[in-house]
């Protein structure tokens, strides 16, 4: 009588009501009484019943022995049939990895790009030079080879399926969708001349995204700028991207034959007659955002001298400057570093003849307009900077700016690579911090801001409503900051924050009656599904990669063509 007093409540308690911990419990005690129960249980568990945690408690009946907080986090864990995550960069494998490790067997962690290929900047913003970096494909490699984890590339969220009916299907979906914009200086000239462009579509070009390395016209105008003789060109800002774009530049192309670069590219820069190349940054080298690893690589490149005005450094040391520089011993030594380099004037007296490139670290200069060239008005042909000074903003011990002189110089310039970080998109049906270009987020848990009600006071006008089954991580929950390891603490509270939900029953019940994403995506029809990339597909791509950049002694050589991807992926 118990037993089916308690299988009745189980078969008809509410879906929302399937994540109870009591309930849990009580099934857990049903199935503890013999095998009938067991065979019960499991058969529940191969229905679409709407208590479909069945048989992730027999699998793991110690979740729920007592009531300690890891047996009731690794419950609500069990209690998690599918988890949707949109993007297959860093981040997102990363959340795919610590969720693996807590959900049930019967679970799945489905992972969608709008890519045919996963990895995001791993294999379109890494670059190709730092194959050690991108090693870390090996790792997530096996991430999805669980066989709880389905990928699904070339699904476009927003497009070919929206947030509605992801959130229809998935017990919690998981925004990892990163950064696909750049910021803007908003000076004259960045939008308008031909030769200005953004830092991360010249990434995108030379790692084989499809949308860029695609682009004729773009390969073309590179080809047409660096093969001028005595070409010259200008990085705005002082990140690592700016250094990767500047190496990449300065290197002999023959040094990057053995990367994975892509061949269009390489075919370019062979071509190239680069002589000199600028790195502009506002603030000074007591403040760049460059690494010392990435600013000694780009000091030891064959056939190129990295130097850095006398002057623009000494006028970097301010006392409040040194002051800093004394509190942290890796800032110090990267100012050391950026200390010791020569003098322009200094190198081309060593190197009189130099038939090689001068890589100039330029400091307290701020982009002010990027003016024609004369001979062609739809290129550039300069970019106008105004000389700066350091200053604390708000008296001592506030953040160090630059603040412009008056003073205005004109640098000469064929080929400008803004690159002063990136920024997300918003994405629709989910909420945007327009200021911030983030996901609004509370440990990884999406919440929007609730209208405050009438005559509320100040603080309650700021309470906020979390999303239910909303998550993100990586960059579009931080902006656009850290290395591909920065996404590891990012996934764990995102992972904790699910979890933690789902034990207190938070996660709204899936409406879908779909049984798969293809399925999903059929109902809604904007995606041919025999166009979707599996892991499966995704394999036989990188074999092919593989195999064709054996033959040119690289590691791969990516197919920067869509179709050509999705085709050898679904063939
Ligand atoms: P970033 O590190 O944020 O650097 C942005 C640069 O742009 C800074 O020098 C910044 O100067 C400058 N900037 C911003 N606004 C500006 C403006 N209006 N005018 C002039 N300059 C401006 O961005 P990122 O280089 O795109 O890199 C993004 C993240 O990826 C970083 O965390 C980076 O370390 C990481 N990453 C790492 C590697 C690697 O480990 N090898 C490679 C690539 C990227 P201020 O400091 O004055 O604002």
């Known amino acids: 009588m118990v037993l089916k007093a308690h299988v009745s409540f189980l078969l008809f308690t509410p879906t929302n009501h399937r994540r109870d911990n009591s309930v849990s419990r009580s099934m857990y005690a049903l199935l503890r009484r013999g095998s009938a129960c067991r065979k019960l249980a499991l058969s529940l568990s191969s229905s679409r019943s709407s208590v479909p945690t069945a048989a992730t408690l027999w699998h793991q009946p110690a979740c729920f022995s007592t009531a300690s907080p890891a047996a009731r986090s690794a419950s609500a864990a069990a209690s998690i049939r599918r988890v949707g995550i949109v993007g297959a960069g860093p981040s997102g494998f990363y959340v795919a990895k610590y969720l693996l490790k807590e959900l049930g067997p019967s679970a799945t962690v489905e992972m969608i790009d709008c890519l045919p290929t996963p990895f995001g900047l791993v294999r ?27 990928f699904f590339g070339n699904v476009r969220v927003g497009q070919d399926v929206g947030m509605a009916e992801l959130r229809g299907f998935y017990d919690a979906v998981v ?6 914009e750049d910021r803007t200086l908003g000076i004259p000239g960045e939008d308008t001349l031909e030769g200005v462009i953004g830092a991360r579509t010249f990434v995108n070009w030379y790692n084989g995204h499809p949308e860029y390395a695609q682009d004729e016209k773009l390969t073309t105008m590179l080809r047409d700028i660096l093969a001028q003789p005595g070409a010259q060109a200008a990085v705005l800002g002082q990140g690592n991207v700016a250094l990767d774009c500047a190496r990449v530049l300065a290197k002999q192309p023959a040094d990057l034959a053995s990367s994975d670069i892509c061949e269009h590219a390489l075919e370019v820069l062979r071509q190239s007659h680069l002589t000199t190349m600028s790195v502009i940054g506002r603030r000074g080298h007591g403040q760049a955002a460059f690494t010392i690893k990435e600013l000694r690589e780009l000091s030891r490149i064959a056939g190129a001298t990295l130097v850095v005005p ?16 004394a509190q942290s011993r890796p800032r110090k030594r990267l100012a050391d570093l950026v200390e010791s380099l020569p003098a322009p004037s200094a190198a081309a007296a060593a190197a009189p003849a ?60 064929n080929l400008v690579l803004r690159s002063i970080g990136y920024k997300s998109q918003p994405l629709e049906g989910v909420p945007f911090d327009n200021r911030r270009a983030v996901v609004p987020n509370r440990q990884g848990r999406v919440f929007v801001d609730a209208p405050a009600a009438p005559g509320a006071l100040a603080a309650a006008a700021a309470a906020v409503e979390v999303v239910p089954g909303m998550y993100c991580t990586g960059w579009v929950k931080r902006g656009p900051t850290g290395i591909i390891n920065t996404n590891i603490y990012d996934a764990r509270e995102t992972v904790a924050s699910i979890v933690e939900d789902a034990g207190h029953g938070k996660l709204p ?22 166009e979707v990339v ?30 050509e991807l999705v085709r050898i992926a679904t063939k």
Not at 509 to 530: I, Y
């Open 124 to 150: 379109t913003g890494v670059a190709p030079d730092h194959p050690e970096v991108k090693s870390v494909q090996n790792d997530f490699g096996k991430v999805a080879e669980d066989p709880r984890f389905r």
């Open 175 to 180: 925004l990892a969708y990163g950064a696909s």
């Open 310 to 325: 006398p002057e623009e450094v000494a006028q970097g040391l301010t006392p409040f400057t040194i002051a800093e520089l």
């Open 354 to 413: 130099a038939a090689g490139r001068t890589v100039a670290l330029r400091f307290l200069l701020i982009p002010k307009a990027l003016l024609p060239d004369p001979a062609r008005p739809h290129r550039v042909g300069a970019i106008v900077l105004e000389r700066a000074r350091l200053q604390q903003e708000g008296g001592e011990g506030g953040r160090v700016v630059a603040v412009g002189t008056g003073e205005m110089i004109e640098m000469p310039c």
């Open 509 to 530: 019940t899936p409406s879908s009656s779909s049984s798969s994403l293809l399925d999903v995506l059929a109902k809604v029809g904007r995606k041919k599904v025999e």
């Open 534 to 563: 599996t892991w499966e597909g995704y394999r036989k791509i990188d074999a092919y990669e593989c195999e064709v950049g054996a033959t040119r002694g690289k590691p791969r050589e990516k197919v920067i063509d869509a179709q």
